[in-house]
Nanobody, 119 residues
Framework: QVQLVESGGGWVQPGGSLRRACAAAGSIIRINARRWYRQAPGKQRELGAQITSGGSTNYADSVKDRFTISRDNAKNTVDLQMNSLKPEDTAVYYC?????????????WGQGTQVTVSS
């Protein structure tokens, strides 16, 4: 069994910064792509950022140049640095990972954490 445990998040004023972290633990052979999704009230969950095992990244247009995703493969962690936050960034943020187990490749989700941007 694999668990993704998230930390960080909370409340920040517009223009501020927050950092999210997600640690994976369990019977992991390797973690392939890692992602951060978000879901705002009344909206569908959307992909915000992705990073491959080799470090290649891509971002949603709405967060490009403001958010940075990074990973530490030795520690099985992924971070999301969020700068210049806007009220429209308010959402529940979820980490996601494609995990290679001994006999299969599975996708896992973190528990989700609220990020609120308001004055």
């Amino acid at each position: 069994q694999v668990q993704l445990v998230e930390s960080g998040g909370g409340w920040v004023q517009p223009g501020g910064s927050l950092r999210r972290a997600c640690a994976a633990a369990g019977s992991i052979i390797r973690i392939n792509a890692r992602r951060w999704y978000r879901q705002a009230p009344g909206k569908q969950r959307e992909l915000g950022a992705q990073i491959t095992s080799g470090g290649s990244t891509n971002y949603a247009d709405s967060v490009k140049d403001r958010f940075t995703i990074s990973r530490d493969n030795a520690k099985n962690t992924v971070d999301l640095q969020m700068n210049s936050l806007k009220p429209e960034d308010t959402a529940v943020y979820y980490c996601n990972a494609d995990v290679l187990l001994r006999l299969s490749l599975e996708q896992y989700w973190g528990q989700g954490t609220q990020v609120t941007v308001s004055s």
